[in-house]
């Protein structure tokens, strides 16, 4: 006999909608898995056999976030399939800055009513986030809040767990005056700042759907691309280059972020004219009438992520980054200095 109460779906929660959600989800969680995988979903919890072959000292590395306030853009859009991927994103992207490589990833929705489609769409975006991060996804879960939130809104976040040998930690203990600084480009706002955005645009119905000419899309398609990942490039790189120390651009942008790569006595001396700013922040810059400091203070700014290797595999390591499919740049170098980081 299936579970099914008729006094808690009254009240609002609908348990046989999660489980049509579960069946719709499968499929999406099945292209995700890898070797060390011990069990589907379903289970009270998911397992997961790392292989710590050719390591001496494993360490597992664990990173959490949420999507944040982008997620009204997809409510607005009614598209639901790629914020999954933000989620995953803003999880691995943290992980592989230690120079580990993601293992699992489980994520966490709360909805106001459970439409076992829209769960499977957000799902469909977790999955992807894991396919192109190289992690699987093991587990998760749907809890329907009737009452906390509106009907056709929802709160997703989730946490992944990686694994580094000791030895190959990446923390910026080795780095020196005169190393560079590589930029990966950006897809774009990424996951971070949206309130500002939000504000900056006057976000609804009416104005996402307006047409933005130098980029060829409406202001919610530009808005709502995904987050890049950058874990696959940044592995490929920490393989054949000596990285030193790795910054995920993400909320605080680059004064809050870089700042955390460096050890004291050192900045990062960035050239503003090194970076490709994506068109959308100028126009965020512009509509907003914002400072040139607190947009380099807010967003990325079209550098998703930061790397420091010594001066001389600088060239080669932005021929590896762009071949791997991450676009990159060199945009400055370690200097003497306490300011941890400095943009001229």
């Known amino acids: 006999m299936k579970s099914f109460s008729e006094s808690y779906k009254n009240a609002g929660v609908d348990v046989t909608a999660g489980y049509k959600a579960v069946e719709l ?3 999406h969680v099945a292209r995700t898995k890898i070797p060390g995988v011990v069990s589907g979903i379903g289970g009270f919890g998911g397992l997961f056999q790392p292989d710590f072959a050719g390591m001496s000292e494993p360490v597992l590395v664990s990173g959490t976030d949420g999507v944040g306030t982008k997620l009204k853009i997809a409510f607005l859009m009614d598209k639901h399939d790629t914020v999954g991927i933000d989620c995953v994103a803003m999880c691995v992207n943290d992980i592989v800055c230690c120079g580990a490589r993601p293992l699992f990833f489980l994520d966490y929705i709360a909805i106001g009513k459970n439409v076992p489609e829209r769960v499977a769409e957000l799902v469909a975006g977790v999955a992807e986030g894991c396919v ?12 329907e809040h009737p009452g906390m939130m509106p009907e056709d809104e929802y709160d997703l976040a989730g946490f992944s767990v990686g694994l580094v040998d000791r030895a190959k930690i990446v923390d910026g203990s080795r780095l020196q005056k005169g190393d560079a600084i590589i930029g990966l480009e950006s897809s774009g706002v990424h996951s971070n700042g949206f309130s500002l955005v939000r504000k900056v645009f006057d976000i609804s119905e009416k104005t996402i759907g307006r047409h933005i000419d130098e980029l060829g899309k409406t202001l919610g398609e530009v808005l709502l691309t995904p987050t890049r990942l950058y874990v696959k490039p940044m592995l490929e790189l920490m393989s054949k280059c000596d990285v030193k120390a790795v910054s995920h651009v993400t909320g605080g942008g680059f004064y809050e972020n870089i700042p955390r790569m460096m050890k004291d006595g050192l900045t990062a001396r960035i050239e503003k004219s090194k970076i490709p700013v994506h068109p959308i922040f100028r126009l ?3 509509e907003g009438n914002i400072p040139e400091r607190d947009m380099f203070n807010t967003f990325n700014m079209g550098i998703g992520m930061c790397a420091a290797v010594p001066a001389e595999q600088a060239d080669d390591a932005v021929s590896i980054l762009n071949a ?3 676009p990159a740049h060199i945009i400055g170098e370690v200097a003497e200095g306490g300011e941890g980081v400095v943009l001229c």
Do not use: Y
Not at 132 to 140: E, I, K, N, W, Y
């Open 324 to 326: 791997a499919g991450a």
């Open 132 to 143: 192109q991060s190289g992690c699987a996804l093991v587990g998760g879960e749907t809890a």
């Open 25 to 27: 989800m499968k499929g």
């Open 284 to 286: 965020i810059q512009k």
